[in-house]
């Protein structure tokens, strides 16, 4: 944003001061206040005007041309930093050992689904204002947004009849090594697996007070501090289905397990917002600015749930217990904690002034949330066997999983294409 430099806002402060000193009263409201030589019009054309009465053109007056009303409706095309997945599914090559199917670091394993960043790509939106101003001359007013992303979701799903392997791969601390869960194995079990990351849509609102700072011929500056709102949510979960195909570990064939991992969280920040506002106009086209800082609340919540269904043919009806693979005892429940975050957005656009009271513009908008709860985060790897359902006690080994709080940073960033019309 290009602001006229310091000599220029001393030559519209001073005059006013000087009239003030003199007891000649404040400036009319609507007058002209400056004329310039024939040539222009004639040797009294108004090159400044306060009020809303210019003619059609006119852009020289502070916040051009319209009433005391203002609104704008844009269309929204952002992208948002993805979130990290740890490695969930993988598979084996035929022949692979069933003590080495699936595991991590092993020859030949690949991993299908997670150890990568998803939910990165553009998202739509859009993102609506409406404001007030109180007097005339556009000093102080209201203003009100609203603006809201769509949802990203990734993902995954795979059955088989025991070939190709399909794994959910962990590393056991009781004997330091990496190891897995297997759905599928040939002469062991077949069954499907469905995984999914889903990141829902950022929401946001303010509600603010607008106060001039600076009205020059064809610039203006203004201040807003009030309220501003955010959130953002993200879910993974993981859903295996097997059916047992042998005796091994006393299970009967034709036994059904469905077990589930779900993990989710969610950040909504409330906080004062203070920025500033600014706009330049040449002719009908004009670049305008925002720089805003919100402090305040992040509201962090993590909620964490597995089960296991076992049914066994010929037998009573199917039993869940707690628990799943990566979700069990020893993390599974809903937490919540509050941190103190500060939330920069900063925003540039270009519009085209079409009548004196409606304007197109396009922009590029981009917002830093530091610390933010993201689901792919709060997943830990670390699984104790002896916590698998159904758990036996007394339980041996460490309280793994454990529940995890890890914090990340997101960025926001994107195009803007709107219309505002002033009424």
């Known amino acids: 944003m290009k602001l006229r430099p310091i000599l220029v806002l001393a030559a519209c402060v001073f005059p006013a001061s000087v009239l003030q000193a003199r007891g000649d009263g404040p400036l009319p409201a ?50 948002m930093k993805g979130k990290s997945l740890p490695p969930l599914v993988t598979t084996s090559p035929p022949g692979t050992s069933q003590t080495q199917a699936g595991v991590l670091g092993q020859p030949g394993t690949v991993v299908l689904f997670g150890n990568s960043v998803v939910n990165g790509g553009m998202r739509p939106g859009g993102r609506f204002t409406l404001g007030y101003w109180f ?39 009781t004997t330091g090594q990496q190891s897995s869960e297997l759905i599928a194995f040939p002469g062991l079990s077949t069954g499907s697996v469905n995984a999914s990351a889903t990141s829902t849509g950022l929401l946001g609102a303010d509600a603010l007070l ?22 953002i949510a993200d879910h993974v979960e993981v859903t ?12 009967p064939p034709g036994t059904t ?18 920025g500033l506002r600014g706009e330049y106009r040449i002719g009908s086209w004009v670049l305008a600015g925002r720089a805003d800082v919100a402090v305040g609340d992040n509201h962090e919540v993590l909620d964490v749930n597995g089960s296991t269904t076992v049914s066994v043919p010929g037998a009573p009806p199917p039993v869940t217990s707690a628990g799943g693979l990566l979700a069990l005892q020893s993390n599974i429940g809903n937490r919540v904690r509050d941190r103190v975050v500060v939330i920069p957005e900063f925003d540039a656009r270009l519009g085209y002034q079409i009548t004196p009271r409606l304007q197109v513009f396009a922009g590029y908008t981009f917002i830093y949330w530091g610390k933010v709860l993201r689901a792919g985060n709060q997943i830990d790897l670390n699984v104790n066997p002896n916590l ?20 990340t940073s997101l960025w926001i960033q994107g195009i803007d294409l709107g219309l505002e019309f002033r009424f």
């Open 135 to 173: 007097d005339d001359c556009q000093h102080c007013g209201v203003e009100a947004d609203f603006f809201m992303l769509g949802s990203l979701v990734s993902r995954f799903n795979a059955s088989s009849d025991g070939n190709p392997i399909l794994a959910r791969p962990f590393f056991d601390p």
């Open 210 to 231: 607008r106060c001039n700072l600076c009205c020059q011929c064809n610039s203006r500056l203004d201040v807003v501090g009030g309220f501003r709102y955010l959130r």
């Open 30 to 79: 609507f007058q002209d206040v400056m004329q310039q030589p024939s040539g222009n019009g004639g040797p009294n054309s108004p090159i400044y005007q306060y009020g809303n009465d210019a003619a059609a053109g006119d852009m020289g007056q502070c916040g051009a041309c319209g009433g005391r009303f203002w609104g704008s409706a844009e269309f929204l095309l952002w992208w």
């Open 257 to 274: 397990l469905t077990v589930v991992d779900r993990f989710d969280t969610s950040n909504n920040f409330y906080g004062l917002d203070v």
């Open 388 to 407: 698998l359902p159904p758990v036996v006690t007394p339980i041996t080994g460490p309280l793994q999983p454990a529940p995890k709080f890890d914090q």
């Open 240 to 251: 295996e289905n097997l059916v047992s195909t042998s005796f091994a570990n006393f299970i």
